[in-house]
């Protein structure tokens, strides 16, 4: 029996491809015709991105910009941009995988070269807008560096492992979340919530004590900034599962920002869904938590005090808690790590910390 999510998956990839198709076709008949062909897509220029609050994250307005191959200053990127959907189309029609890296240097044997891989990226998310798709759906994706741990099986669904399944604690170091996890069915869990962590030595810390047993928790460690396919592999968790997510980060700014692009993501994927989690809670390490616990800290720089500033007037940090963090922050101009919570010993952060503030939050 095939299962809802995996016919639902069937038909976005089959949507993909239709949509790629389309996107060649039209340029196809504008030749045909006569005429120099162009592209028409949406403006991901600052001007035409904004907060949406029903959505709780950035959306792309109703600009469009136009790429012709008449402009001289448009036939490189719009070379680069027909380019980028044939290999993507050849990825997802032949049910294989790339990353953004193998990208960049797969265009140099298409004699469609990019100046560096900004460039490329730059394409690949011109690509999504163009489309109405991430580059996830059609099998792109970054190097993995993200993981999981806890009482979730899994079904694979990618080529040569059809129907096995795989219980993610099943490895003592975590399961790396690449593309045969992230396209994979959830089966059965026991846990009642996710936990991410930004630090993969924290992240080893909690697999050691147990975090997952004593709290019923799915681990996932985020390694800095989550990467698009971790985000969307929380979202998941939390939509398809029901299970509710709570960050921990550094108690400084950059912290503050990674559980935020968790909770309502990026201008970048203001062209995107479903690779937020707004009802996940950032549940620390806050500002107040470094007075509280009286936590060894190091001085803010200027460089994060300049972001201080930058989150206060960012409508995402506009409720309460956020805007009660920035002003300790600017307020004690210190910072602490997670790791702080060692000066009390190695398991205080899990005997103590963990569960006073899964309460609390």
Known sequence: MVSNRKVSALERKK?????????????????????????????RSIENIYYNPELRQYVLGNKTVRRSARNIRHIRPFTQLVWAAYFAYELTSQR?????????????AYEVPFKDQPESNSIITDLETVIGFSREDFNIFPEERSAV???????????????????????????????????????????????????????????EERVHEKFNA?????????????????????????LPVYIFTDGDPWGMHIAMVIISGSANAAHLRELTTPDAKWSGVWATDIVDYKLPTDPLTEIDIKR??????????KDKLWQREIKTFLKIRRKAEQEAFSRYGLTYIVDEYLPAKLEET
């Open 218 to 242: 799915i681990l996932v460690l985020t390694a800095g900034q989550a990467p698009r396919a971790t985000r969307h592999f929380i979202h998941r968790l939390n939509k398809e599962l029901e």
């Open 96 to 108: 294989k995988t790339s990353t953004l890296r193998d990208v960049y240097y797969s265009s140099q």
């Open 308 to 317: 201080l500033y930058e989150l206060q007037r960012d409508p995402r940090y």
């Open 15 to 43: 949507e993909v491809l239709e949509n790629l198709k389309r996107f060649g076709a039209e340029i196809y008949k504008q030749m045909m015709l006569g005429r120099f062909p162009q592209i028409q897509m949406p403006s």
């Open 149 to 207: 741990f806890g009482d979730l099986t899994i079904e694979y669904t990618v080529p040569g492992y059809e129907g096995k399944r795989l219980n993610l604690t099943s490895h003592p170091d975590g399961v790396m979340i690449g593309p045969a996890l992230t396209s994979a069915e959830f089966v059965k869990t026991s846990a009642d919530k996710v936990i991410a962590i930004e630090k993969g030595g924290l992240f080893t810390r909690f697999i």
